[in-house]
């Protein structure tokens, strides 16, 4: 097997297929799962990343020499969508290393991340 994504990593990975509103094409994403999840199940829990021109709450700014865009705007995490994927290559979601988030941005990113799972206990 391949590479074997770790937490905070940011990777490039195909989420086709897709259904409705769900994103359909290869772009970049943080690892959110811990590297024993990934490890055990195959599978890795992410967060798209986008360059939307957008300043929202849920929109985490992040800073990657190695992360370019065509018109050079500003990645951000989008904390509110969260995909659980099979990174392994017989899922063919071509999964690609790209860089590694630093931790101060990847805590400010999971707080916002947790905030999806709030329950009331």
């Known amino acids: 097997m391949g ?3 770790t937490q905070r990593d940011i990777v490039i990975i195909d989420f086709a297929p897709s259904k409705g509103y769900e994103i359909r094409k290869r772009r970049p994403a943080l690892v959110m799962s811990k590297d024993s999840y990934n490890i055990s199940t195959n599978l890795v829990i992410v967060c798209p990343i986008t360059s939307l021109d957008k300043e929202r709450p849920f929109l985490v700014p992040i800073y ?6 065509s018109d050079n705007a500003v990645s951000k995490v989008n904390t509110l969508q969260v995909y659980s994927l099979d990174y392994t290559e017989q899922a063919q979601r071509r999964i690609k290393y790209v ?7 990847f805590y400010e990113i999971a707080q916002k ?5 709030s329950f009331a206990v």
């Open 64 to 69: 990657s020499e190695k992360l370019h865009t």
């Open 3 to 5: 590479y074997k994504p």
């Open 99 to 105: 860089d590694t988030l630093d931790e101060e941005t």
């Open 113 to 117: 991340f947790l905030q999806n799972f």
